[in-house]
Nanobody
Framework: VQLQASGGGLVQAGGSLRLSCQAS????????MGWFRQTPGREREFVAS????????RYADSVKDRFTISREYYKNTVQLEMNNLQPDDAAVYYC????????????WGQGTLVTVSS
């Protein structure tokens, strides 16, 4: 499994970015896809996840109502639409994948940097 994240960049507070994750290497039926983020000195934290088959989404409380995760089933891509970005959202964002039923994510992309200026 390979995951390639893209779409990071610099945005002013209140602005928007759209991250994309291209997944390849197998079919992803019954898999879970997620986005995580990490800042220096802090642990990687969960942002959002989506089930591949049904598209059921879940969000961290800190991003609920501002971020939207989606997937394009036949393109094997997962997107994270981020609105009303705040300085606390600045981080390296990682896409991740795990098999359905697995207890942890075991496939990770390389990360894409999001910088938010105040």
């Amino acid at each position: 499994v390979q995951l390639q994240a893209s779409g990071g960049g610099l945005v002013q507070a209140g602005g928007s970015l759209r991250l994309s994750c291209q997944a390849s290497g197998r079919t992803f039926n019954n898999w879970m896809m997620g986005w995580f983020r990490q800042t220096p000195g802090r642990e990687r934290e969960f942002v959002a996840s989506i089930t591949w088959n049904l598209g059921t989404a879940r969000y961290a409380d800190s991003v609920k109502d501002r971020f939207t995760i989606s997937r394009e089933y036949y393109k094997n891509t997962v997107q994270l639409e981020m609105n009303n970005l705040q300085p606390d959202d600045a981080a390296v964002y990682y896409c991740a994948a795990r098999r359905g039923g697995a207890t942890s994510y075991n496939y990770w992309g390389q990360g894409t940097l999001v910088t938010v200026s105040s």
